[in-house]
């Protein structure tokens, strides 16, 4: 098809993201989980008695002292929601945001969740000015899998197509962000956005308060420099 722009796919096989798709992609696929992290409870006890090489031994190069869980692992907890129940380690799975620090540290204890899938995300971008922004999350889980030639993931990213070819004239789709709004639909109901809701993301401030920012600061800067002379060579 005649697309306005290029348009990247990047995917990740886990929230670590070693590919940087939430960075460097018009969609970025990342394997999530939606259920409770699966803890062993006799790893973890292993892991404390100093059994086991934390972070899978990547840091054993010079001596760190003896592992500890509430330094460690619980302390740096972006939401803390872990704790210590006696001897057990405890996580409110609810809060956690798949940060994956906790299963990095101990992954013969923690593994992610059985039920797992992909979050969607859309619209990485790297302008000069504002600098690099990372994708928005447009779909927390989605269940992505073979068996069903990967349906729901390819339904949307027609969706998303459709949207772009009609209003994206020759930029990415990261360049507008009511892009975000164009996977609605996805979401239980089959209405295409209107031009209303693409007004709406088009005066969000904080996507174009720095653009409006700089422009006027280079306007002030060109009126008070005076007339540029050429130099002499």
């Known amino acids: 098809p005649a697309f306005p722009y290029k348009f990247k796919f990047k995917f990740s096989g886990c929230p670590n993201d070693c590919v940087a798709a939430i960075a460097r992609s018009d969609i970025s696929v990342i394997g999530t989980w939606r259920d409770e992290i699966r803890i062993d409870q006799a790893a973890v006890k292993e892991y404390v008695a100093g059994n086991y090489p934390p972070?899978?031994?990547?840091?054993?190069?010079r001596d760190w002292g003896k592992f500890g869980l509430q330094k460690e692992v619980i302390?740096?907890?972006?939401?803390?929601?872990?704790?210590?129940?006696?001897?057990?380690?405890?996580i409110d799975d609810k809060e956690c945001t798949r940060c994956m620090h906790c299963i990095n540290v101990m992954p013969r204890a923690l593994r992610p969740g059985a039920d797992q899938g992909a979050s969607i995300l859309i619209g990485a971008k790297a302008p000069i000015l504002e600098g690099a922004q990372?994708?928005?999350?447009?779909?927390?889980?989605?269940?992505?899998?073979?068996?069903?030639e990967y349906e729901d993931l390819i339904e949307l990213i027609e969706k998303v197509w459709d949207w772009w070819m009609e209003v994206g004239k020759?930029?990415?789709?990261s360049v507008r962000?009511?892009?975000?709004?164009?996977?609605r639909p996805h979401q239980g109901?089959?209405?295409r956005p209107d031009s209303a809701d693409d007004q709406r993301a088009a005066l969000d401030p904080?996507?174009?308060g720095m653009k409006k920012k700089?422009?006027?600061?280079?306007?002030?800067?060109?009126?008070?420099?005076?007339?540029?002379?050429?130099r002499k060579t």
Request: with cysteine; glycine share 8%; proline share 6%.
């Open 55 to 61: 972070n899978g031994g990547a840091h054993s190069g």
């Open 75 to 90: 302390d740096l907890c972006p939401t803390q929601c872990m704790w210590l129940e006696g001897d057990e380690l405890k």
């Open 134 to 148: 990372m994708s928005t999350l447009i779909i927390p889980f989605m269940k992505v899998s073979k068996d069903d």
């Open 170 to 173: 020759t930029a990415s789709v």
């Open 177 to 183: 962000p009511c892009s975000v709004s164009a996977c």
């Open 189 to 191: 109901h089959g209405d």
């Open 206 to 208: 904080y996507v174009f």
């Open 214 to 230: 700089y422009r006027a600061a280079s306007r002030e800067t060109s009126m008070n420099s005076g007339p540029v002379t050429k």
